[in-house]
């Protein structure tokens, strides 16, 4: 057997207690060796840290690192984990702007460190199927519905209201990262209009138009304030038939048959270190900037809308 991934957590939050450290744990490729938290939040026994110089500086050894913060803050630490030469997972979306990941894959480029970019979307166990139905097909227009509440899904995470947190992208960056994985072309903002809360700095929900390479029109439908059921459905009418990809690529059904059905996030992460365990050692950067870009491109062309104060 060969010697695992030596990996430490960085942001011991919500996702990193739900899907890393369990992941990692079931995973025999890697071996999680410390953490990170301003906070003091911590794993078991294992060595904790306050910051990343402090696990730098411990002796501690250290091969690759998972970043889990939120967005406003992954660029500096992504680029001292780099300067370490410490192979870097980064949660979604990889950093606060375009230019920050860009800077963050030339660097890992340039000192010849694994870096991932993960979208744990696109491991949904019915993106792939849907990806594959779609190659061959024309596609007529499309239907993009990402409609969740916030104070069920992210009780209390004031950083999602912030400048660069990205507020209904945060989710909607996960429909936008399946789209650009299924249809089979390129896709382009059109219009858009956004409403921020009056108290707040990020959108809580948004009307995007956009348009396929090929001409298909494709509308989105973003909000952050949804009661009852729960929407994250992707629909695609195509010459030859029509896709519903439901449950954030969860289930699909096709022509109304439905296809495969799992639960939400299921085997997402494990997918996201198998693809993590071939760059580390490859030294690869696998940084699809797809998903990202389009969030910025939604933010220059946007007719904003100043909505009612948001409160938790
Ligand atoms: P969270 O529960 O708020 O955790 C984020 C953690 O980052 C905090 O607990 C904190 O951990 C650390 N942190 C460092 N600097 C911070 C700052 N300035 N403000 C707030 N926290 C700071 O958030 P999360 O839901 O885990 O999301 C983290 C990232 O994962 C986001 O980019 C999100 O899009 C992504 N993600 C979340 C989910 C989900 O279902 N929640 C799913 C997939 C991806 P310490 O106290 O340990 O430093």
């Given at each position: 057997m060969t010697t695992p991934i030596r990996i430490a957590l960085v942001g011991m939050g919500k996702i990193a207690r739900d899907q890393h450290v369990p992941t990692i744990q079931q995973d025999p490729v890697f071996q999680l060796v410390a953490t990170v938290s301003t906070s003091g939040g911590s794993v078991d026994d294992l060595p904790a840290f306050a910051s990343l110089e402090a696990l730098a500086a411990s002796g501690v050894a250290v091969d690759a690192v998972s970043l889990c913060t939120p967005p406003q803050v992954r660029r500096a630490i992504a680029h001292s984990a780099i300067d370490q030469g410490w192979a870097v997972f980064l949660e979604k979306p990889p950093a606060a702007t375009v230019s920050e990941a860009i800077a963050l894959r030339d660097h890992a480029r340039a000192r010849g460190t694994g870096l991932f970019a993960s979208w744990h979307s696109r491991h949904a166990p019915a993106v792939e199927p849907a990806r594959v139905w779609l190659a061959d097909r024309q596609v007529l227009d499309a239907s993009i519905i990402w409609a969740e509440d916030v104070r069920q899904w992210h009780p209390g995470q004031d950083w999602i209201f912030e400048p660069g947190g990205f507020g209904v992208f945060d989710p909607a960056i996960n429909a936008l990262s399946i789209a650009t994985q299924i249809?089979?072309?390129?896709?382009?903002?059109?219009?858009?209009?956004?409403?921020?809360?009056?108290?707040?700095?990020?959108?809580?929900?948004?009307?995007?138009?956009?348009?396929?390479?090929?001409?298909?029109p494709v509308h989105a439908r973003l909000d952050f304030l949804q009661r009852g059921r729960q929407r994250w459905d992707i629909a695609v009418r195509t010459n030859d038939g029509d896709l519903l990809l439901s449950d954030g690529g969860a289930a699909l059904s096709i022509n109304g048959d439905s296809l495969s059905v799992a639960d939400a996030l299921h085997g997402e992460y494990a997918g996201l270190y198998r693809r993590f365990a071939e760059i580390v050692p490859a030294r690869e950067v696998d940084m699809d900037l797809a998903p990202l870009t389009l969030v910025a491109d939604i933010h220059l062309v946007a007719r904003r809308t100043e909505v009612d104060a948001f409160d938790w």
């Open positions: 249809l089979p072309q390129a896709l382009f903002v059109e219009g858009a209009a956004i409403d921020v809360p009056s108290n707040r700095g990020a959108a809580i929900a948004a009307d995007v138009s956009l348009r396929t390479a090929a001409g298909a």
